[in-house]
């Protein structure tokens, strides 16, 4: 019988098979119900008037089919069991047919099952308008934030350059919460698995140890496509933001990124639309959580409870029992992994990338084979302190305009102080030259420099203690117009120490290049408020507390845990600045380390070797 069917379908054109009467043409019906099947699949406009009209006709099609195939089938059959047997099969198989064919059309194309499948249809296309219009979008944004900052403030609030992160990325050494495990780069999203909705990763590091020119690694091998990273490709969708920016929802990120296309959407639709394809969010600096991007976590974590989005987040160590807490009250689950910087096999070849890239174009006066040098006997000494990529860049900076300052770091602090030393002498010489500032006299100038950096390091402070990293606009232009009366170029200034971020929105925002800055001039209030001999009247004699009680306009917290890491800075300047501006009494230095170890500073945290000579 299937040989014979086929053998109908196969008729040519003039084969008399063609002839027969209507109803009994089966090969002419199947012809009509290919067309119709053709053209419902193409139709590009579905309406449901239109639905009901199809319906109808293959119903009769299938009518003009069965009787066809009854006509040609059993005219060959000649026992008439055999004839009842074949026909009553038939009639079985047509009338299932014809069967779900009416349960289509009285249930399958109502009002709401259609309306389901128009939204389908809606959906698909806006798929297809955020990939053709909004991915662009996305990847134009996102080159912004491939590259790092060099921190070399000190050539002028003009000169600033952005090196792409792949001409300077190092090998990093990352290892797992469990224990000593090494976890390869390649291997980093295993760690962050897409379909667990409860899973998220946490890259913990302290500051300068790289966790920002790490997740800038990520964003630059998916930009170029590279198949370094296992998995990374596979998402469509790469989001990141830094948690110091002003975005406060899921929503207003997407809008950031996808540009003008988001207008094409209503309500929340871009949101469903975007988490429809695999989506990769990195969110930098937990640390640096503001009012809004709080807002903008939690909103996260609610997604992360039904939506399938890949979460990474990096935080300093610090503040990871407060993100545990806060993520685990959410039913959250959180996979760690611990970046440990750079090897010691592996600093040599970032500083050479580092030097190669500051140096391109220009001529560099030093050595780097000497620098090398210094750095291989150091090895032991400042194991740690090398190991944060920022400090070995800073070195490098300094070696390659300051090269005589070098001899005489054997701290972490002293690497700070020699690079602040070095970023104000800078200032100094750019302020001698420029038309507002060269007719005054060094001693003035160097005067308001001071009042300007005392009034810096105050704001830095208050930065620290709001939990930012940002000096808000409001005190900027106060300290702009502050030294403007004063005849100073408020940019210069300013230029010297913060640098100016574009946020992903567009708006833009001073902020210090890195928190360890930021603590750096924070910590320094101290000592120049300590030999500063307009020190305020009304206190007798100043000491660290009362510096300390004045800044927080009262008594000194219970807790001190989030002043840990500017109190180790502090301590830390009030011994290297012996030799140089800063001279404090012993009692002061005393009373600055009590302070740290109410902070709750563990003996292995007193990196610095000023502290243990204060603890012999």
Same mark, same amino acid.
């Given at each position: ?326 993520v685990k009250s959410d039913y959250t689950t959180v996979s760690t992994i611990r970046l ?72 972490? &602090?002293?690497?700070?102080?020699? /690079?602040?030393? *070095?970023?104000?002498?800078? !200032?100094? #010489?750019? @302020?001698? $030259? ?107 004699? &100043?000491?660290?507390?009362?510096? /300390?009680?004045? *800044?927080?306009?009262?008594? !000194?917290? #219970?807790? @001190?845990? $989030? ?54």
């Amino acid at each position: 019988m299937c040989f014979f069917f086929f053998s109908i379908c196969l008729a040519g054109k003039n084969d008399e098979k063609w002839q027969k009467q209507n109803g009994s043409d089966p090969e002419m019906s199947l012809a009509v119900l290919k067309d119709k099947r053709n053209e419902t699949a193409h139709n590009p406009r579905i309406e449901r008037g239109w639905c009901c009209l199809i319906i109808d006709e293959l119903y009769e099609l299938t009518i003009k089919i069965q009787e066809g195939l009854k006509l040609v089938v059993l005219g060959y059959v000649v026992n008439p069991e055999d004839k009842e047997k074949i026909e009553r099969e038939m009639d079985r198989v047509f009338d299932n047919t014809r069967q779900k064919i009416h349960e289509i059309g009285k249930g399958g194309i109502g009002a709401e099952v259609f309306d389901e499948y128009q939204r389908e249809i809606d959906f698909t296309k806006k798929m297809k308008l955020l990939e053709e219009e909004g991915f662009p979008c996305l990847k134009k944004i996102l080159e912004k934030f491939k590259s790092i900052n060099p921190l070399n403030l000190i050539t002028g609030t003009s000169s600033n350059p952005n090196i792409p992160v792949e001409k300077i990325y190092t090998e990093m050494k990352l290892e797992g919460e469990s224990g000593p495990c090494s976890v390869p780069i390649e291997e980093i999203l295993n760690h962050v698995p897409h379909y667990d909705h409860s899973q998220l990763l946490l890259i913990k590091g302290m500051a300068g140890m790289g966790k920002t020119t790490l997740v800038k690694k990520i964003i630059s091998d998916w930009l170029s496509k590279k198949d370094d990273i296992k998995g990374l490709s596979d998402f469509a969708i790469l989001l990141y933001v830094e948690c110091r920016d002003s975005i406060e929802s899921f929503k207003d990120l997407l809008v950031a990124f996808f540009g003008d296309v988001h207008q094409k959407f209503q309500d929340n639709e871009i949101i469903d639309v975007c988490l429809a394809h695999k989506c990769l969010l990195i969110i930098d600096g937990y640390d640096e959580l503001n009012d809004k991007s709080s807002k903008l976590f939690l909103d996260v974590l609610t997604l992360k409870k039904s939506r399938k989005i890949s979460v990474i987040v990096t935080t300093r160590p610090e503040f990871q029992e407060r993100f545990n807490n806060q993520v685990k009250s959410d039913y959250t689950t959180v996979s760690t992994i611990r970046l440990e910087g750079i090897p010691k096999e592996k600093r040599e070849e970032f500083v050479c990338k580092y030097y190669a890239v500051l140096g391109s174009g220009s001529s560099p006066l030093q050595s780097l084979d000497e620098l090398l040098k210094y750095l291989r006997k150091t090895k032991h000494t400042m194991h740690e302190v090398w190991g944060l990529p920022l400090n070995l860049a800073l070195v490098t900076v300094l070696w390659m305009i300051k090269p005589e300052v070098i001899s005489n770091i054997t701290t972490e &602090a002293e690497l700070y102080w020699q /690079f602040y030393l *070095l970023s104000l002498s800078k !200032l100094m #010489e750019r @302020l001698a $030259k420029n038309l507002l500032t060269a007719h005054l006299p060094l001693s003035v100038l160097n005067a308001r420099v001071q009042q300007f950096i005392e009034k810096l390091c105050c704001e830095s402070f208050k930065a620290l203690q709001n939990d930012e990293i940002n000096i808000s606009k409001s005190t900027i232009n106060h300290l702009s117009n502050s030294f403007s009366r004063l005849g100073l170029p408020a940019e210069e200034l300013t230029g010297a120490f913060l640098e100016i971020v574009t946020t992903s929105q567009g708006s833009f925002h001073y902020s210090f290049p890195h928190k360890g800055m930021m603590e750096f001039m924070a910590a320094l209030y101290f000592p120049v408020k300590l030999t500063n001999q307009c020190w305020d009247q009304s206190v007798n004699t &100043a000491t660290p507390t009362k510096i /300390f009680e004045m *800044l927080l306009g009262g008594s !000194l917290p #219970e807790n @001190l845990h $989030k002043y840990q890491n500017m109190l180790i800075q502090m301590i830390s300047l009030l011994h290297v600045g012996d030799g140089d501006q800063i001279k404090v009494s012993e009692e002061a230095k005393i009373e600055a380390l009590e302070l740290l170890v109410k902070s709750g500073c563990e003996r292995q945290r007193l990196r610095a070797k000023s502290l243990e000579e204060y603890q012999m």
